[in-house]
């Protein structure tokens, strides 16, 4: 072979050379130039952990749980996975217990302030009264807590049902979209001179077109009736 053929051979055998080195820099599952998305990665794990969280200066909640894992894109916080579940304390402006919140399985998305509970989430406020449902979430920027599941409330001899309910996130102001069930009414007499007698108090048969809302003060759910009894 002259040496203008060697020459000739030695450029083809570069010429694919480069492109195998090409192919395989590219061969990574994505055609070359695709950009892939940033994917959340796990920066902290830790077991059996109790957290005090403050906002504003002001301790809002404390809560338990046997296995937290966090999770950042790009370096950023995006969120916190509760897979074993939560047992939650709300907080009053003086730093007591306010109303509890347990469930299965939790997360909580840091950059929107949104908390996700799930599965046998039970919440129990400072009158007593029982809340319990398969779903619900807390806008801690909106300060409101609500759920599109169904929807149990107890509360002393009370127990109503509904298709959700939405609430301040002190559980203390609360709406129950779509009730059944039986509740206490108070019953006003007709002269408002006599004196009150047994018949003062009743119960009231809920249907779809009631709304049960609790009101800020301190007294037992109501329910609001489109008709008297």
């Given at each position: 072979m002259n040496l203008q053929n060697r020459h000739i051979s030695l450029r083809i055998a570069l010429l694919f050379a480069g492109s195998a080195i090409l192919l395989l820099s590219c061969d990574d599952g994505h055609p070359a130039g695709d950009k892939r998305s940033s994917e959340p990665l796990m920066t902290?794990?830790?077991?059996?952990?109790?957290?005090?969280?403050?906002k504003n200066g002001r301790k809002n909640y404390r809560f338990y749980t046997p296995l937290m894992e966090r999770y950042q894109i790009d370096g950023k916080p995006y969120y916190m996975e509760f897979r074993r579940g939560i047992d939650m304390v709300t907080l009053d402006s003086l730093g007591r217990d306010e109303s509890t919140i347990v469930?299965?399985?939790?997360?909580?998305?840091?950059?929107?302030?949104?908390?996700?509970?799930?599965?046998?989430?039970?919440?129990?406020n400072a009158e007593g009264q029982v809340l319990e449902t398969q779903q619900l979430f807390w806008n801690q920027k909106t300060g409101r807590v609500y759920s599109n599941v169904d929807t149990k409330i107890t509360q002393e001899s009370?127990?109503?049902?509904?298709?959700?309910?939405?609430?301040?996130?002190?559980?203390?102001?609360?709406?129950?979209?779509q009730p059944m069930g039986r509740?206490?009414?108070?019953?006003?007499?007709?002269?408002?001179?006599?004196?009150?007698?047994?018949d003062a108090a009743g119960a009231h048969t809920l249907g779809p077109s009631d709304t049960v809302r609790r009101a800020t003060a301190p007294a037992p759910v109501r329910a609001t009736t489109g008709a008297s009894d």
């Amino acid at each position: 072979m002259n040496l203008q053929n060697r020459h000739i051979s030695l450029r083809i055998a570069l010429l694919f050379a480069g492109s195998a080195i090409l192919l395989l820099s590219c061969d990574d599952g994505h055609p070359a130039g695709d950009k892939r998305s940033s994917e959340p990665l796990m920066t902290q794990q830790s077991d059996t952990l109790t957290i005090v969280s403050s906002k504003n200066g002001r301790k809002n909640y404390r809560f338990y749980t046997p296995l937290m894992e966090r999770y950042q894109i790009d370096g950023k916080p995006y969120y916190m996975e509760f897979r074993r579940g939560i047992d939650m304390v709300t907080l009053d402006s003086l730093g007591r217990d306010e109303s509890t919140i347990v469930s299965n399985y939790a997360i909580y998305l840091e950059p929107q302030e949104l908390w996700e509970a799930k599965g046998n989430v039970v919440v129990t406020n400072a009158e007593g009264q029982v809340l319990e449902t398969q779903q619900l979430f807390w806008n801690q920027k909106t300060g409101r807590v609500y759920s599109n599941v169904d929807t149990k409330i107890t509360q002393e001899s009370d127990v109503i049902y509904g298709t959700g309910f939405e609430s301040d996130d002190k559980f203390a102001d609360f709406v129950l979209r779509q009730p059944m069930g039986r509740v206490g009414v108070d019953i006003q007499p007709t002269d408002s001179t006599a004196a009150a007698g047994p018949d003062a108090a009743g119960a009231h048969t809920l249907g779809p077109s009631d709304t049960v809302r609790r009101a800020t003060a301190p007294a037992p759910v109501r329910a609001t009736t489109g008709a008297s009894d």
